[in-house]
């Protein structure tokens, strides 16, 4: 693009921004940590899944002293449901770090930010630039596409020698006096129009800046990358329930030593609170019994009795795990340091992952199902 085309690009695509934009809560504040969070919040979270989490945490944990200080069971409580829990826990610690290093000051330049917990390029990138206008340029999935289109780059983007070439063409295309707008617009499109299937060129404010249009190339761009082989992973997990109707979930890795026998746990559930878990090698029940054996330090299981529950599945990213939940009923439940003992549905408000989540209502409607048949 000559500099006056250039121009024109960045004037259309600023006008449509400013007049078609989404009413989102993060659009409505100049405040770094309030687009911290949204930016943290929004990687791999669609917006509209974002936007309950979004206000209830900053409702809660309006500045960054209230999210330092608070107890992280708490910060995870609020992130339950989100995935992905290292996001929430880094974001604690980054407010650690703020109030440490900054005297509760959030850094304002994108070398500063980046050196806080859990922060890479692109969201030093996207705060500095929306926050305190610092004339960088972001580059994620959603940019990268566009840009690709813009060029009808052809290949997978995320190579090495590809990306650093998008990433040149995104500070090349910023609009210097608008840099934090110019950020949001690209990503808008990206967001709105120029989605990964069916983008609708039409619409478009920049169609006749798109070499892809040009081309008819814009379905088949950006090229597909190799997928990652997906792997799955089979578990077994038991719902304990003692006579007073109480349940026995198990403390993530630092709440407490792990228990005996819990200790080849994919770290997929046990990061978080979880009922007892086993990875399946042969089958569900004997490898159930082990894990329990471990966890009634006094008692062996002569045999495993659970009553196997529907199955669930869960995927994150390329693994598909598979779960055999069984719900067992118990004279007492095993005593363990740090063990959180409860009705389900008071364990269900404890930060517990969606895959725990999926099991623990399994067990719930098991439950309420053989009351009724009684
Ligand atoms: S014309 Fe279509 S493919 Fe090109 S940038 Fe616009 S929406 Fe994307």
């Known amino acids: 693009l000559n500099s ?10 600023l006008a449509w921004f ?16 309030r687009i911290w969070v949204s930016e943290v919040m929004l990687q791999q979270t669609r917006v509209a899944a974002v936007i309950p989490y979004y206000e209830r945490f900053l409702a809660r944990f309006p500045d960054v002293r209230a999210l330092a200080e608070a107890p992280q069971e708490e910060v995870l409580r609020l992130w339950s449901g989100l995935g992905y829990y290292h996001r929430a826990r880094n974001l604690q610690r980054a407010a650690q ?33 929306i926050a305190f206008g610092e004339r960088l340029a972001v580059l994620d999935g959603n940019v990268a596409r566009v840009l690709a289109r813009l060029d009808a ?15 040149a063409r995104a500070d090349e295309l910023l609009a210097p006096e608008r840099p934090g707008d110019w950020n949001q617009a690209v990503m808008e499109l990206g967001a709105t129009l120029c989605t990964p299937r069916s983008p609708q060129c039409l619409l478009c404010p920049v169609q006749g800046f798109c070499e892809a249009r040009k081309l008819g190339l814009t379905e ?64 569900a029940e004997t490898s159930l019994k082990n894990i329990l054996d471990g966890l009634y330090a006094m008692k062996r299981w002569s045999a495993f009795r659970g009553e196997r529950l529907q199955a669930v599945r869960h995927t994150v990213t390329y693994r598909k795990i598979h779960i055999a939940p069984f719900l067992v009923r ?45």
Not at 99 to 111: G, L, V
């Open 4 to 13: 006056r085309q250039l121009k024109e690009f960045r004037e259309a695509l």
């Open 220 to 283: 088949g761009l950006p090229e597909k990358r190799k997928n990652r082989a997906v792997v799955s992973i089979y578990l077994a997990a038991a719902v304990l329930v003692d006579e007073l109707g109480h349940s026995l979930l198990l403390p993530p890795p630092g709440n407490s030593n792990q228990h005996r026998g819990d200790d080849h746990v994919p770290s997929l559930v046990a990061k978080l609170w979880h009922f007892p878990t086993a990875s399946v090698q042969s089958d």
């Open 330 to 374: 118990v004279s007492r439940l095993p005593k363990l340091i740090g063990a959180r003992s409860a009705p389900l549905d008071e364990l269900m408000e404890q930060p517990i992952s969606n895959l725990t989540r999926k099991v623990a209502r399994q067990a719930a409607a098991h439950l309420s199902e053989s009351k009724k048949a009684e």
């Open 153 to 167: 780059i052809r290949g997978d983007l995320r190579e090495p020698k590809r990306w650093s070439g998008l990433q």
């Open 18 to 33: 400013s007049q078609f934009q989404r009413d989102l809560p993060w659009r409505h504040t100049g405040d770094p940590y």
């Open 97 to 129: 770090q703020i109030i440490s290093r900054h005297a509760d000051k959030f850094p304002r330049t994108h070398a500063e930010i980046k050196e806080l917990a859990g922060i890479g390029e692109y969201t030093a990138a996207a705060v500095s630039s």
